[in-house]
């Protein structure tokens, strides 16, 4: 399954998700409604991407359909002198121009021969 950051996630990419999940499990609508408590008509909303399901519920319909949810959180993004940028990039920034990267100006490639010779 594609696995996207949560900001990402909207009403249609919801939809899509819980339909796949509910289809693969082999569900009709009135069975996962039967088997979690939520109205059919809820989850159809939910699939058609007309209605946007709470966390809980979203958990509750995945789970049933055999979907572990994971929600992994990250450090956001923040706002200083002007710029957004992140700490964490900062500091690899910051570790990168200690190291300045040195290279030729043209590239050289080995020659088939001497590529063959290390395979034997």
């Given at each position: 399954?594609?696995?996207k950051?949560?900001?990402?996630?909207?009403?249609r990419?919801?939809?899509?998700?819980?339909?796949?999940s509910?289809?693969?499990?082999?569900?009709?609508?009135?069975?996962?409604?039967?088997?979690?408590?939520?109205?059919?008509s809820?989850?159809?909303?939910?699939?058609?991407?007309?209605?946007?399901?709470?966390?809980?519920?979203?958990?509750?319909?995945?789970?049933?359909c055999?979907?572990?949810?994971?929600?992994?959180f990250?450090r956001?993004?923040?706002?200083?002198?002007?710029?957004?940028?992140g700490?964490?990039?900062?500091?690899?920034?910051?570790?990168?121009?200690?190291?300045?990267?040195?290279?030729?100006?043209?590239?050289?490639?080995?020659?088939?021969?001497?590529?063959?010779?290390?395979?034997?």
């Amino acid at each position: 399954m594609n696995i996207k950051p949560l900001a990402q996630f909207d009403d249609r990419t919801v939809g899509t998700l819980l339909r796949g999940s509910r289809k693969f499990a082999g569900f009709s609508l009135r069975q996962l409604a039967e088997r979690t408590g939520v109205p059919r008509s809820a989850i159809s909303a939910y699939e058609k991407g007309q209605r946007s399901p709470s966390l809980s519920i979203l958990s509750k319909l995945l789970v049933e359909c055999g979907v572990d949810l994971e929600l992994h959180f990250a450090r956001r993004i923040r706002h200083r002198d002007g710029l957004d940028r992140g700490e964490e990039l900062e500091q690899v920034l910051a570790l990168a121009e200690q190291f300045p990267a040195t290279h030729d100006r043209e590239l050289k490639l080995p020659k088939l021969a001497d590529i063959i010779g290390v395979l034997k």
